[in-house]
């Protein structure tokens, strides 16, 4: 088992940052590749970002340049660090661990799910 809490989210202005957090305890860590996932009222959960086991890292098209995913293996925590937040980007945000080497753009291929942190973004 793998618990994974998110922290870090909050209301913030458009064109602001914010950092978001995902600590995981339970099975080793380095073992998992790691994403972030948001959910807006009313639609889809959507993949954000990824990050492999070795730390390669994947955006999507609409985040690419301002959000930045990382790890840190030491202290078992992924970390998403978004900048020039726009309104559309308000949604709550879900880190996942997914057994393995690589990410996966798939939520139904992640093995664990963190409770999810709001990230509101006025305009």
């Known amino acids: 088992q793998v618990q994974l809490v998110e922290s870090g989210g909050g209301l913030v202005q458009a064109g602001g940052s914010l950092r978001l957090s995902c600590a995981a305890s339970?099975?080793?860590?380095?073992?998992?590749?790691m994403g972030w996932f948001r959910q807006a009222p009313g639609k889809e959960r959507e993949f954000v970002a990824g990050?492999?086991?070795?730390?390669?890292?994947y955006y999507v098209d609409s985040v690419k340049g301002r959000f930045t995913i990382s790890r840190d293996n030491a202290k078992n925590t992924v970390y998403l660090q978004m900048n020039s937040l726009e309104p559309e980007g308000t949604a709550a945000y879900y880190c996942?661990?997914?057994?393995?080497?690589?990410?996966?753009?798939?939520?139904?291929?992640?093995?664990?799910w963190g409770q999810g942190t709001q990230v509101t973004v006025s305009s």
């Open positions: 339970g099975r080793s860590f380095s073992n998992y590749a």
């Open positions: 990050i492999s086991r070795r730390g390669n890292s």
């Open positions: 996942a661990a997914r057994y393995g080497s690589t990410w996966s753009l798939v939520d139904n291929e992640y093995d664990y």
